[in-house]
Structure formats: C-alpha cells, structure tokens
C-alpha cells in the first residue's frame, strides 16, 4: 500500500484560493489512481475529483466542476488540489486516497487514506 499525507488546507475568504497537496510514499505511488474526498461536519464524505495514474484523465463532482483542478507531478510523489473561487459550502476536511481500479467515484475502492486537511472558508 502506499501512504497518503495531505497538506495546504487553512482559512480562505469566500472567492479566493487554495492549492492543497496529496504527497505519496514509494515507488508505487505513480500507479495509483488518486481521488480527492471531503466530509463537511455533520455530512457523509463526498466525492470531489480524481485523476488517472498518469494524470491523462480526470473526473470532478458537479459541484465544483469548472472551479477546482486536479493534477499531479509523479516526479514528486504528489497529486494536488487547485481550488478556485472558493465558495462557504467548500469548508470540509479534504482527504486524498489511493485506488488500483477504475471506479474513481466509489471511496470504497480506495484502500489507502491520508489523514485529511481541514479547509475553512468564511463568508
């Protein structure tokens, strides 16, 4: 399995930007198909984005479509999150996970979670 660490979330101003990052651990890190998740409190964990092995193909939840952009260097071991116009409902914890298949919307598919990165967007 590969280890997850995320890091960038902090406090943002609605409208504004976030850049978060998802380092990977070991060699295998470049043959995962890695995906971003967030859980609001009081909410079940969502989907937001998820992006090939290779960075050739991405997926995004409709809600943040045209706002958000994954992408990743597997030079660096790391996937990252651009976040764009930020909006209140964005706030959640952001956790990036690890899948060897296909179905990139499906968290159950994800064997490996890193602990999160709490984002706070105020109003």
């Known amino acids: 399995q590969v280890q997850l660490v995320e890091s960038g979330g902090r406090l943002a101003q609605a409208g504004g930007s976030l850049r978060l990052s998802c380092a990977g651990s070991g060699r295998t890190f470049r043959s995962y198909a890695i995906g971003w998740f967030r859980q609001a409190p009081g909410n079940e964990r969502d989907f937001v984005a998820a992006?090939?092995?290779?960075?050739?193909?991405?997926v995004y939840a409709d809600s943040v479509k045209g706002r958000f952009t994954i992408s990743r260097d597997n030079a660096k071991n790391t996937v990252y999150l651009q976040m764009n116009s930020l909006k209140p409902e964005d706030t959640a914890v952001y956790y990036c996970?690890?899948?060897?298949?296909?179905?990139?919307?499906?968290?159950?598919?994800?064997?490996?979670w890193g602990q999160g990165t709490q984002v706070t967007v105020s109003s």
């Open positions: 996970a690890a899948t060897s298949g296909y179905d990139w919307t499906n968290q159950q598919k994800f064997g490996s």
């Open positions: 992006i090939s092995w290779s960075g050739g193909s991405t």
